[in-house]
């Protein structure tokens, strides 16, 4: 699903982001990516949907390798990979459907097949009462639940994580990761960046990697 | 075989081809743009209408002194004085090959007779003069009209040599000190335009692009989402070029609006002006129109490059 070998990633003003990371998560697993703020988990998650290039190594993302791939068909991995942010990432003034019927509206859906869909995605996290609801009228955990369906709209292989309860109280992180692991159980690999290691302790079965100032140091599978 | 039924909701691990058409969508979103956001697509369109505004003025400006110069332009005529002894076969002659001249539109002979009633009718001052007169001393002549746009003192200096050739003219005259003063006026002029166009048309393509960045700027993040979830590159400009054009259009309609009220505003109260033409207007409009879709295109190139 997401192999990176040997890769670093240089920032442009100088340093290291990453350094010489090799690391490969396959279909159906559910990985936890840790480390303190700053040890390059962020990068390494704009590294798995190749919103980034690395500077050296080899980069490859449900078969797509970052040497080939061209900006104009970076599309084709955009919809092979979910995306779900700390901060939701909703747009604004538009209803839970909205947000999910634009992502369907924009990838070619059907127009008749739209809104049912985005219904039924709405149902499987567990939002169809709010589905009219503007998305500031939800609780974090409903948005949070809201961008879980929208990453889920175009049926990706995998679902990348950018610290997705890092904004929620307890109750909803329970709800969101409970939605994560119903997502895994059904198949879809999960990469969930997170430098809660509380909350990765409560799920011994995932697998866990550690990064520390652009290194991985810790794979709890080679362990 | 993938197996997660549940959630998937294509049932299909092939990714979907991009969107081809996307052309009504286009349509549909650009529109839904100024119903989401009327305040800031409006600013834009006004925006756009204020800086083509300047463009109209000065093409109003420009039109009506090139119309005054072509009237006095209409004016520069050359006029080949005969000897009073030339032939009337002869004249016939030179009035005819005067006239197989390309630049020549027309020779017109003016009989001494028909100089000296034409003296008394533009001057009336010497009418009395010009009835005691025994003996008429105004020469006979060719006119010669020349064609549109061939006025320059080139032409007319080359029809002058040509007429002076004969033996029976006794001078050929065109007012030289007027044909250059003119002529020194159009190229000021034509300069004028040129450079003054070029700015007001460079400061309205800054403003419009400027104007349409803003709006853009505001929906970033539906840019944002579009380009992360796998909405292809044209999809996502396609909407923005549209509504950039259509934007472009109604500043361009503004434009024309305000241009002409102040037409008619300088018509009623100070002096009589021409409209400009409609070809003008049109190309006015249809300018807008280009910039907006060429600004929409060049603002939007820079969040997409983003993500």
């Given at each position: 699903?997401?192999?990176?070998?040997?890769?670093?990633?240089?920032?442009?003003?100088?340093?290291?982001?990453?350094?010489?990371?090799?690391?490969?998560?396959?279909?159906?697993?559910?990985?936890?990516?840790?480390?303190?703020?700053?040890?390059?988990?962020?990068?390494?998650?704009?590294?798995?949907?190749?919103?980034?290039?690395?500077?050296?190594?080899?980069?490859?993302?449900?078969?797509?390798?970052?040497?080939?791939?061209?900006?104009?068909?970076?599309?084709?991995?955009?919809?092979?990979?979910?995306?779900?942010?700390?901060?939701?990432?909703?747009?604004?003034?538009?209803?839970?459907?909205?947000?999910?019927?634009?992502?369907?509206?924009?990838?070619?859906?059907?127009?008749?097949?739209?809104?049912?869909?985005?219904?039924?995605?709405?149902?499987?996290?567990?939002?169809?009462?709010?589905?009219?609801?503007?998305?500031?009228?939800?609780?974090?955990?409903?948005?949070?639940?809201?961008?879980?369906?929208?990453?889920?709209?175009?049926?990706?292989?995998?679902?990348?994580?950018?610290?997705?309860?890092?904004?929620?109280?307890?109750?909803?992180?329970?709800?969101?990761?409970?939605?994560?692991?119903?997502?895994?159980?059904?198949?879809?690999?999960?990469?969930?960046?997170?430098?809660?290691?509380?909350?990765?302790?409560?799920?011994?079965?995932?697998?866990?990697?550690?990064?520390?100032?652009?290194?991985?140091?810790?794979?709890?599978?080679?362990? | 075989?993938?197996?997660?039924?549940?959630?998937?909701?294509?049932?299909?691990?092939?990714?979907?081809?991009?969107?081809?058409?996307?052309?009504?969508?286009?349509?549909?979103?650009?529109?839904?743009?100024?119903?989401?956001?009327?305040?800031?697509?409006?600013?834009?369109?006004?925006?756009?209408?204020?800086?083509?505004?300047?463009?109209?003025?000065?093409?109003?400006?420009?039109?009506?002194?090139?119309?005054?110069?072509?009237?006095?332009e209409d004016r520069v005529e050359i006029a080949v004085y005969l000897r009073d002894n030339a032939r009337q076969s002869e004249i016939d002659l030179a009035q005819s090959e005067l006239g197989d001249i390309p630049e020549v539109r027309t020779v017109r002979f003016i009989s001494k007779r028909q100089a000296l009633a034409r003296a008394r009718e533009e001057l009336?001052?010497?009418?009395?003069?010009f009835?005691?007169l025994?003996v008429n001393p105004l020469p006979q002549s060719l006119e010669v009209e020349l064609l549109p746009?061939e006025r320059?003192?080139?032409v007319v200096e080359k029809i002058s040599a040509a007429a002076m050739g004969y033996p029976f003219v006794e001078d050929a005259r065109y007012g030289r000190?007027w044909v250059?003063?003119?002529?020194?006026?159009?190229?000021?002029?034509?300069?004028?335009?040129?450079?003054?166009?070029?700015?007001?048309?460079?400061?309205?393509?800054?403003?419009?692009?400027?104007?349409?960045?803003?709006?853009?700027?505001?929906?970033?993040?539906?840019?944002?989402?579009?380009?992360?979830?796998?909405?292809?590159?044209?999809?996502?400009?396609?909407?923005?070029?549209?509504?950039?054009?259509?934007?472009?259009?109604?500043?361009?309609?503004?434009?024309?609006?305000?241009?002409?009220?102040?037409?008619?505003?300088?018509?009623?109260?100070?002096?009589?002006?021409?409209?400009?033409?409609?070809?003008?207007?049109?190309?006015?409009?249809?300018?807008?129109?280009?910039?907006?879709?060429?600004?929409?295109?060049?603002?939007?190139?820079?969040?997409?490059?983003?993500?």
């Amino acid at each position: 699903m997401i192999k990176l070998t040997s890769v670093c990633k240089e920032y442009a003003k100088g340093g290291f982001a990453l350094r010489d990371v090799s690391l490969h998560v396959k279909k159906g697993e559910f990985v936890f990516l840790t480390g303190h703020s700053g040890s390059g988990k962020s990068t390494t998650m704009r590294l798995a949907h190749m919103a980034d290039h690395p500077t050296s190594g080899e980069l490859r993302v449900t078969g797509y390798s970052s040497d080939r791939i061209t900006r104009r068909a970076l599309w084709k991995i955009r919809r092979r990979v979910g995306f779900v942010f700390q901060d939701f990432r909703l747009l604004p003034g538009r209803t839970a459907l909205e947000n999910i019927s634009f992502v369907l509206e924009v990838t070619g859906t059907p127009r008749m097949n739209i809104v049912p869909r985005a219904q039924r995605l709405l149902t499987k996290v567990g939002l169809t009462p709010k589905a009219g609801a503007l998305v500031h009228e939800l609780s974090g955990g409903e948005q949070q639940r809201v961008s879980i369906a929208r990453a889920l709209a175009n049926s990706p292989y995998v679902l990348l994580a950018d610290e997705p309860t890092g904004n929620l109280d307890d109750r909803a992180t329970d709800g969101v990761m409970d939605l994560f692991w119903d997502i895994n159980a059904n198949g879809m690999a999960v990469l969930m960046a997170t430098h809660d290691l509380e909350l990765v302790r409560r799920y011994p079965h995932a697998r866990v990697l550690e990064l520390d100032h652009g290194r991985l140091v810790y794979d709890s599978a080679a362990a | 075989m993938r197996v997660y039924s549940s959630w998937t909701t294509a049932g299909s691990f092939t990714t979907r081809p991009p969107p081809r058409g996307g052309r009504m969508y286009a349509i549909r979103d650009a529109l839904r743009a100024f119903q989401r956001a009327p305040v800031l697509t409006g600013l834009a369109s006004a925006m756009v209408g204020f800086a083509l505004f300047v463009v109209g003025l000065f093409a109003l400006a420009t039109y009506n002194l090139q119309l005054a110069l072509s009237v006095i332009e209409d004016r520069v005529e050359i006029a080949v004085y005969l000897r009073d002894n030339a032939r009337q076969s002869e004249i016939d002659l030179a009035q005819s090959e005067l006239g197989d001249i390309p630049e020549v539109r027309t020779v017109r002979f003016i009989s001494k007779r028909q100089a000296l009633a034409r003296a008394r009718e533009e001057l009336p001052e010497f009418s009395q003069l010009f009835r005691d007169l025994e003996v008429n001393p105004l020469p006979q002549s060719l006119e010669v009209e020349l064609l549109p746009g061939e006025r320059s003192r080139n032409v007319v200096e080359k029809i002058s040599a040509a007429a002076m050739g004969y033996p029976f003219v006794e001078d050929a005259r065109y007012g030289r000190e007027w044909v250059d003063r003119l002529f020194a006026l159009r190229r000021i002029g034509a300069a004028t335009t040129v450079a003054m166009g070029s700015a007001f048309a460079l400061v309205a393509v800054l403003i419009i692009g400027t104007a349409l960045r803003i709006a853009i700027f505001a929906r970033r993040e539906e840019i944002y989402v579009m380009r992360l979830v796998g909405a292809t590159s044209g999809f996502i400009r396609r909407p923005f070029l549209i509504e950039g054009a259509i934007a472009g259009l109604l500043g361009g309609g503004l434009a024309w609006l305000m241009t002409w009220a102040t037409y008619r505003g300088v018509y009623a109260f100070l002096f009589e002006v021409a409209w400009i033409p409609p070809v003008w207007i049109l190309a006015g409009l249809a300018s807008g129109a280009v910039f907006g879709a060429f600004a929409s295109t060049l603002a939007i190139g820079r969040h997409l490059r983003e993500v």
